[in-house]
């Protein structure tokens, strides 16, 4: 019930917010800014046929607006164009040369279509301009799973948590690489912290289920398999 309060406020609040910038956009209907603005609460209010729209109508007015090249990206990769949003990426890149969460989004999508080299290479790019990007070590490390590459995985899981130690999908990925290696203890460890940040998560319990069978603690893997399959109804 909480929760449902509170998510209604939020609704509420981006409400209120798209009335303003509708009245914004009645008195001045060549303000690129307003129509960007308006944009990123219809994207807050998950209003996609809109915000994209909007960030069209930014763009035509402003085609310097790199945050609105990748606010338009970042909703063509939602909606599962790839190409368009790396299309958008470049764009935003092109204008802001040091826009890392270009970087790292493009490298997301660059993945998405199985192109993990220029996936690396952006989240590297990524990287360099912010050494403490917890997200773009996490992607490349995802990225370094799926070629194999488990040491390499490993190391950006553990710098992701560094920067970053309050994610729980973080410690879910470890735990599962540290399962893939049989290290299942150090599994158990990342799971359990994965668990603690995010107890609703199915996956992990599932995970942990799974790794507490290999292990032969068959009363923890069946605990923890039922509760998953409750989470997951």
């Known amino acids: ?10 609704d509420q609040r981006w409400k209120e917010a798209l009335d303003e910038f509708n009245k914004d956009i009645e ?19 998950e ?26 990206g970042i909703i063509n990769f939602n909606l599962g164009n790839d190409n368009q949003a790396i299309a958008d990426y470049d764009k935003a890149i092109e204008l802001n040369p040091k826009y890392a969460d270009a970087y790292l989004s ?12 220029e996936a690396v290479a952006d989240y590297n790019k990524a990287i360099k301009i912010n050494p403490e990007y917890a997200g773009a070590y996490y992607n490349r ?13 490993m190391a950006d899981y553990d710098k992701a948590i560094e920067f970053d130690p309050k994610r729980a999908e973080f410690y879910y990925s470890r735990a599962i690489l ?9 599994a158990i460890t990342n799971i359990n912290k994965a668990v603690n940040l995010n107890p609703k998560h199915a996956m992990s319990y599932y995970v942990r289920g799974v790794v507490y069978g290999k292990m032969r603690s068959y009363d923890e893997a069946i605990a923890d398999l039922d509760k998953a399959f409750d989470l997951d109804r």
């Open 106 to 117: 493009r490298g997301d999508a660059y993945r998405s279509i199985g192109d993990y080299d």
């Open 27 to 45: 008195l001045d209907q060549k303000d690129a800014e307003v129509y960007y603005s308006h944009g990123n609460v219809y994207h807050g209010l």
């Open 178 to 186: 540290f399962a893939k290696l049989g290290k299942y203890k150090q």
């Open 1 to 10: 019930m909480i929760k449902e309060v509170k998510e209604t406020r939020i």
């Open 141 to 153: 490390g995802f990225t370094y799973s799926r070629l194999g590459n488990d040491n390499k995985a």
């Open 47 to 72: 209003i996609c046929d809109q915000d994209i729209k909007d960030y069209d109508k930014a763009i035509k007015l402003n085609p310097k607006n790199a945050a609105a090249y990748f606010s338009r």
